[in-house]
């Protein structure tokens, strides 16, 4: 049995001039809520981020591509378990569901559906009966996110819309115009919210190592998961995972005990931004008895208001310090090497 303390995670990154989530059947446009215009990155976006950033660092996940493209539960899970082909592959196996979950690192955080139909193409009906048998129809993640509405309204960069390829001949003419289909956002800053939930965690044997390397995995995946063209210009600003002591406390909702100063005109960078965390610190100054410890990254190049004055992000630990809660700020590279 898994013991953890709950947490709650507030994951704040920002998108300028980029499109940090477009919409499929939306003309791969930004996603945006029709009412209010604010950006919108929806937690399955964040979650493949985690994904490949736990592939990167030497994991094997269930929730993947195999040779660049999509298959079936059953080809995933013989990928995952390593060997596994048939029905008396499985039988071999003293414990099957431990050492899935144990093999499969994004199903101990996310959960995962494991129910196996005719419709995987899967010739061996043996093999997908004894899938069935050996597993529940699905895992429910104890790690979960909401989607993130931005905290300002976002507008399209309708200029990068309009671009085009255009390839010369040999000749040196300059011929053809291939729409680069260039959705792009200018700017937004965008929290997540999510949770750590302490006795979901006994399902999927989810370890005090694993919440551990959320620490840094947020982070880092915020880094080296949005290089390509339409995605680059994403950067993490605040991570924070708030670790109780009592086991079935949360305080719920820290996505909205943040503000912006000064509304959200004309916000084109992180230079144009004051986060207002004014609310944050004072509820969880209220709640200081129930905190075990707040794990904490901040960047510095980001203004937070602390309804008392404007500091760096480099200074919010010395801020929550100040109101007497036990404080670990992260080192992302030293940590990394540790969460391996």
């Known amino acids: 049995m898994t013991t953890l303390n709950r947490s709650e995670l507030l994951f704040v990154y920002d998108a300028q001039d980029c499109n940090p989530n477009g919409n499929p059947i939306g003309d791969n446009r930004p ?3 029709p009412d209010t215009g604010k950006g919108i990155i929806t937690d399955v976006r964040l979650k493949r981020y985690l994904r490949d950033q736990l592939q990167d660092d030497g994991f094997d996940i269930y929730v993947k591509k195999i040779a660049g493209e999509s298959r079936t539960r059953t080809t995933l899970i013989k990928d995952v378990l390593g060997g596994v082909s048939d029905a008396e592959d499985l039988e071999d196996i003293e414990d099957i569901g431990e050492s899935f979950l144990e093999a499969a690192t994004d199903v101990r955080y996310f959960g995962a559906t494991l129910s196996f139909e005719a419709s995987d193409d899967e010739e061996d009906e043996a093999f ?30 309708e200029e990068y819309d309009s671009l085009t390829s255009v390839i010369s001949t040999g000749e040196g003419n300059r011929q053809g115009g291939f729409d680069l289909d260039d959705k792009r956002i200018k700017y937004g800053i965008f929290p997540f919210y999510g949770l750590v939930d302490n006795h979901g965690a006994e399902t999927t044997n989810l370890s005090a190592a694993d919440v551990e390397r959320l620490d ?11 290089t390509s063209r339409s995605k680059l210009g994403q950067e993490p600003r605040l991570y924070l995972r708030v670790e109780y002591a009592e086991d079935d406390y949360h305080i719920g909702g820290l996505q909205n005990l943040l503000d912006l100063d000064g509304g959200d005109n004309l916000l084109r960078s992180i230079s144009d931004v004051v986060l207002d965390v004014s609310d944050l610190l004072s509820t969880l100054d209220k709640n200081r008895d129930r905190i075990e410890t707040i794990h904490l990254i901040a960047d510095d190049r980001m203004t937070l208001d602390t309804g008392d004055e404007a500091i760096s992000g480099d200074q919010l630990a010395t801020e929550l310090d100040s109101r007497g809660l036990d404080v670990h700020e992260i080192d992302v590279v030293d940590e990394r090497d540790l969460a391996r």
């Open 31 to 33: 996603r945006r809520d």
């Open 128 to 157: 997908r009966e004894a899938l069935n048998s050996a597993f529940p129809n699905h895992y429910q993640g104890p790690v979960q996110f909401l989607p993130a509405k931005s905290l300002n309204e976002v507008e399209e960069n």
């Open 216 to 226: 840094t995995l947020c982070w880092r995946a915020l880094k080296n998961q949005t």
